[in-house]
């Protein structure tokens, strides 16, 4: 088996102008939660460096890790947080509106997982189909009610489905499109199912609120690409289709949501395309110097945070760790926070509980531990639900626990 394929071209315009400006190091995978009579054998580890292409401002990793390997252990549980049912919840409704959807109409979700989003649109009345190449997945989804066929995304994926299924009216692909090594098959294949007047709706984290926030965390390797506008807008005209609308989303540390339409011939980019792109001129996201002085702030926040943790350390606090989010395993590898700080993790995801984190092995636990063992912090590894956490967590607040926020600052509450 190949274990990494490593590009030479840029993932989206195919040019070899990349500029590597951040480098993690050598990592496991963030999502490979070991058992612990797997402790003692060495852990197979991967290169994460990050790239900037000079020729189109495309952000993305070169070293692509057999979605094999990445995925052997890994059962990705949605997450039910409040956050991400409300923005489902807002996506159908606002997909219906666009298209006007009714009893006839399809509505096809690219990497549909158990089929969580689909459930939402269902309840409009329109016919759906999910598809996703995880067997486990299609499984739950299935038994919900949600057609789905088990397959991975390709232009040949697309032409079985068209024929089996029709065009649809309505794909979305949500959290998707940044693990995807073959962008161009995806969006030839979403090119060819989709309906003359249909709408392709995607959400990915935006690279504009990553650089911005110091968001380096959640650069792993099964995220790929890390997307702005500009550079996406160039990408998507390849391909016969063109932006409609983009929306700013506060889920997973700002995303961003984009509605896209068959080109209709007009030369015209919406005001909202052009005010976004303006902005990332303007913040500098297609400036070299923009991701030298990320990587500097990685570098700031390291400083700060495991000073921060040393010193409590120093006057005999007891730290533990909240939220053992892929991300979360990111930070506490590359700033080689062990079981020398954090005594263990909590979770509320059951398959990660009793297992040790890759790399840094620290134990996880549920989150009810946290309020029997009352340690004096907890250092909230999935920020990204900073809110939700402490909201969900008050008695341990009210009993003097304190919670340390990582990113984008360190900050103590
Ligand atoms: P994610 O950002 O990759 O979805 O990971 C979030 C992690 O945080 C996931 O492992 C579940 C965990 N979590 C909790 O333990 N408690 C919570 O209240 C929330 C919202 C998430
Ligand atoms: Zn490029």
């Given at each position: 088996m190949v274990k990494v394929r490593n590009l030479t071209r840029c993932r989206a315009c195919q040019s070899r102008r990349l500029y590597q400006f951040l480098d993690l190091g050598e990592m496991p995978i963030p999502n490979g939660f070991l058992k612990k009579e797997e402790l003692k054998k060495p852990e197979e580890k991967f290169e994460l460096a990050?790239?900037?292409?000079?020729?189109?401002?495309?952000?993305?990793?070169?070293?692509?890790?057999?979605?094999?390997?990445?995925?052997?252990?890994?059962?990705?549980?949605?997450?039910?947080?409040?956050?991400?049912?409300?923005?489902?919840?807002?996506?159908?409704?606002t997909a219906v509106q666009e298209v006007g959807a009714g009893e006839k109409s399809l509505v096809i979700d690219i990497g549909s997982n158990d089929g969580s989003l689909l459930?939402?649109?269902?309840?409009?009345?329109?016919?759906?189909?999910?598809?996703?190449?995880?067997?486990?997945?299609?499984?739950?989804?299935?038994m919900n009610g949600i057609p789905t066929e088990c397959k991975l995304f390709s232009l040949k994926t697309a032409a079985e489905v068209k024929k089996k299924y029709g065009k649809a009216d309505i794909i979305t692909a949500t959290n998707v499109i940044a693990h995807i090594d073959n962008l161009h098959e995806v969006l030839g294949g979403v090119s060819k199912l989709l309906s003359d007047d249909g709408v392709f709706i995607t959400e990915f984290p935006y690279l504009l609120d990553l650089v911005r926030k110091t968001e380096f965390d959640t650069i792993y390797h099964e995220h790929l690409s890390y997307i702005s506008v500009k550079p996406w807008r160039k990408l998507i005209e390849r391909f016969g289709l063109e932006i409609v609308s983009a929306q700013r989303l506060l889920i997973h540390g700002g995303s961003i949501r984009i509605?896209?339409?068959?080109?209709?011939?007009?030369?015209?980019?919406?005001?909202?395309?052009?005010?976004?792109?303006?902005?990332?001129?303007?913040?500098?996201?297609?400036?070299?110097?923009?991701?030298?002085?990320?990587?500097?702030?990685?570098?700031?926040l390291r400083n700060e945070l495991?000073?921060?943790?040393?010193?409590?350390?120093?006057?005999?606090?007891?730290?533990?760790?909240?939220?053992?989010?892929?991300?979360?395993?990111?930070?506490?590898?590359?700033?080689?926070?062990?079981?020398?700080?954090?005594?263990?993790?909590?979770?509320?995801?059951?398959?990660?509980?009793?297992?040790?984190?890759?790399?840094?092995?620290?134990?996880?636990?549920?989150?009810?531990?946290?309020?029997?063992?009352?340690?004096?912090?907890?250092?909230?590894?999935?920020?990204?639900?900073?809110?939700?956490?402490?909201?969900?967590q008050k008695a341990f607040h009210r009993g003097g626990g304190r919670f340390i926020i990582p990113i984008p600052k360190v900050r103590v509450v």
């Open positions: 990050v790239f900037y292409c000079r020729n189109c401002g495309f952000v993305q990793l070169t070293v692509v890790v057999n979605p094999i390997i990445m995925f052997k252990n890994y059962v990705y549980i949605p997450s039910t947080a409040k956050v991400m049912m409300n923005n489902f919840t807002n996506l159908a409704y459930t939402f649109f269902k309840s409009y009345g329109v016919k759906v189909l999910g598809i996703d190449p995880a067997e486990n997945l299609a499984k739950i989804a299935i509605t896209h339409r068959k080109k209709s011939g007009s030369k015209k980019i919406p005001d909202t395309i052009k005010y976004l792109e303006s902005l990332e001129e303007h913040f500098g996201l297609y400036k070299e110097k923009t991701y030298d002085n990320f990587s500097l702030k990685v570098e700031l495991v000073s921060t943790l040393k010193e409590y350390k120093k006057q005999g606090k007891r730290i533990v760790g909240y939220g053992a989010a892929a991300k979360g395993n990111v930070l506490t590898n590359c700033f080689g926070i062990g079981k020398n700080m954090l005594d263990y993790i909590v979770d509320s995801t059951p398959y990660k509980q009793g297992l040790f984190t890759p790399g840094m092995h620290i134990p996880v636990y549920p989150e009810r531990k946290l309020l029997e063992d009352k340690p004096d912090f907890a250092l909230i590894l999935a920020w990204n639900f900073a809110d939700e956490i402490i909201e969900k």
